[in-house]
């Protein structure tokens, strides 16, 4: 019985040695290693491989090994295997403090001071008072939620904005498209933790820029797929937009010569805001291993329909 790695390589050696450890039963493999490939029945992958159903006739279980599933084309997946989105639990402590990072950059003028720095120029820029600065999140799931959890600490006003209705704490919550609007208007920095589906994609473009206060700041942590990129530069450009903070882009990485590379106004990091941490995961696919063998419902388990 094959358990087979299809991600980062280097961290699919530490894989490797903690599935010895923990479960010296299953034959872990390294893609492209696959072996008789009739004897994989787990498949944890970023990039998926082609043909899955014909290729691993016995598949049990597909995993993520990242929290978004938007990477996968549902009808290669055989309907009776689960796909199971990483859920191990560093994954939202790498997005909180990725997204503090990001906002505080925003709230207290970061890439100015930077600039500033490199011309040699002293010069102070007002403080706004948290208080008076409006964070918006987008996507009140497991790690939107998370993120606003913490920023209650800071005493931003919070808001967030999300399909179905939800109720959280400190926060003003807004559910369906219709609310989008009133959601923006009272954004300053607007936060995007939405999964990449058809009703998302390009979500984060000229309209919904123009329904920002104006000069707001982003931060996309979701997906490339759901920023129109001619309508961020322009946004910036016209003003709409003061700032953004990018962690993914649409391909990554990103191409040599993207005018995101280089623009003033924008911070650009290589999809590094979370980072699924090897042990962690070994510790969540063996114990979903489990709950499937034992006919248990399984945390993280993608509904195709909706998409995430
Ligand atoms: P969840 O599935 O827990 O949450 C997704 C949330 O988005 C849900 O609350 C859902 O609403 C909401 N949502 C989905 N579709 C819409 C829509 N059309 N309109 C409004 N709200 C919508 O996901 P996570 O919080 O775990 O992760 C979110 C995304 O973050 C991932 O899909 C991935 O793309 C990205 N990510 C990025 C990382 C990085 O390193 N940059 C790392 C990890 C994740 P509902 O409650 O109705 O289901
Ligand atoms: C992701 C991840 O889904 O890194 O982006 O977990």
Same mark, same amino acid.
């Given at each position: 019985?094959?358990?087979?790695?299809?991600?980062?390589?280097?961290?699919?050696?530490?894989?490797?040695?903690?599935?010895?450890?923990?479960?010296? +039963?299953?034959?872990?493999?390294?893609?492209?290693?696959? #072996?008789?490939?009739?004897?994989?029945?787990?498949?944890?992958?970023?990039?998926?491989?082609?043909?899955?159903?014909?290729?691993?006739?016995?598949?049990?279980?597909?995993? %993520?090994? !990242?929290? #978004?599933?938007?990477?996968?084309?549902?009808?290669?997946?055989?309907?009776?295997?689960?796909?199971?989105?990483?859920? +191990?639990?560093?994954?939202? /402590?790498? @997005?909180?403090?990725?997204?503090?990072?990001?906002?505080?950059?925003?709230?207290?003028?970061?890439?100015?001071?930077?600039?500033?720095?490199?011309?040699?120029?002293?010069?102070?820029?007002?403080?706004?008072?948290?208080?008076?600065?409006?964070?918006?999140? @987008? #996507?009140?799931?497991? =790690?939107?939620?998370?993120?606003? +959890?913490?920023?209650?600490?800071?005493?931003?006003?919070?808001?967030?904005?999300?399909?179905?209705?939800?109720?959280?704490? &400190?926060?003003?919550?807004?559910? &369906?498209?219709?609310?989008?609007?009133?959601?923006?208007?009272?954004?300053?920095?607007?936060?995007?933790? =939405?999964?990449?589906?058809?009703?998302?994609?390009?979500?984060?473009?000229? &309209?919904?820029? +123009?329904?920002?206060?104006?000069?707001?700041?982003?931060?996309?942590?979701?997906?490339? !797929? *759901?920023?129109?990129?001619?309508?961020?530069?322009?946004?910036?450009?016209? !003003?709409?937009?003061?700032?953004?903070?990018?962690?993914?882009?649409?391909?990554?990485?990103?191409?040599?010569? *993207?005018?995101?590379? %280089? *623009?003033?106004?924008?911070?650009?990091?290589?999809?590094?805001?979370? @980072?699924?941490?090897?042990?962690?995961?070994?510790?969540?696919?063996?114990?979903?291993?489990?709950? *499937?063998?034992?006919? /248990?419902?399984?945390?993280?388990?993608?509904?195709?329909?909706?998409?995430?």
């Amino acid at each position: 019985m094959t358990f087979l790695y299809k991600a980062n390589a280097i961290r699919g050696v530490e894989w490797a040695r903690f599935f010895a450890e923990r479960a010296p +039963e299953l034959s872990f493999r390294l893609w492209p290693d696959i #072996g008789d490939p009739a004897e994989v029945r787990y498949l944890t992958v970023w990039a998926p491989p082609e043909n899955i159903a014909a290729t691993f006739p016995n598949l049990e279980l597909i995993f %993520s090994v !990242g929290a #978004g599933v938007d990477q996968f084309d549902f009808s290669q997946i055989p309907p009776h295997v689960p796909l199971i989105r990483m859920l +191990e639990p560093g994954i939202a /402590e790498g @997005m909180v403090e990725y997204v503090t990072m990001a906002v505080l950059a925003l709230h207290r003028d970061l890439l100015h001071f930077i600039d500033q720095q490199r011309e040699q120029t002293w010069r102070e820029i007002r403080v706004t008072p948290a208080a008076k600065r409006r964070v918006g999140v @987008m #996507g009140l799931g497991l =790690l939107g939620q998370a993120v606003l +959890e913490r920023f209650k600490l800071f005493g931003f006003p919070l808001a967030g904005w999300n399909r179905s209705p939800r109720t959280i704490e &400190g926060v003003r919550c807004y559910a &369906g498209r219709e609310t989008l609007p009133d959601f923006l208007a009272q954004t300053d920095i607007l936060v995007c933790l =939405l999964p990449l589906t058809d009703e998302t994609r390009g979500i984060l473009n000229t &309209g919904l820029f +123009e329904a920002l206060p104006r000069g707001a700041k982003l931060v996309n942590v979701g997906r490339g !797929g *759901h920023l129109v990129e001619a309508d961020l530069i322009a946004a910036l450009e016209r !003003g709409l937009l003061s700032a953004a903070v990018l962690d993914v882009a649409k391909p990554e990485p990103l191409p040599a010569g *993207h005018p995101f590379w %280089s *623009h003033p106004r924008i911070l650009l990091t290589p999809h590094i805001a979370s @980072m699924t941490t090897p042990e962690a995961a070994v510790e969540f696919v063996l114990d979903t291993i489990g709950r *499937h063998r034992r006919g /248990e419902a399984l945390p993280g388990r993608v509904d195709r329909d909706r998409g995430y």
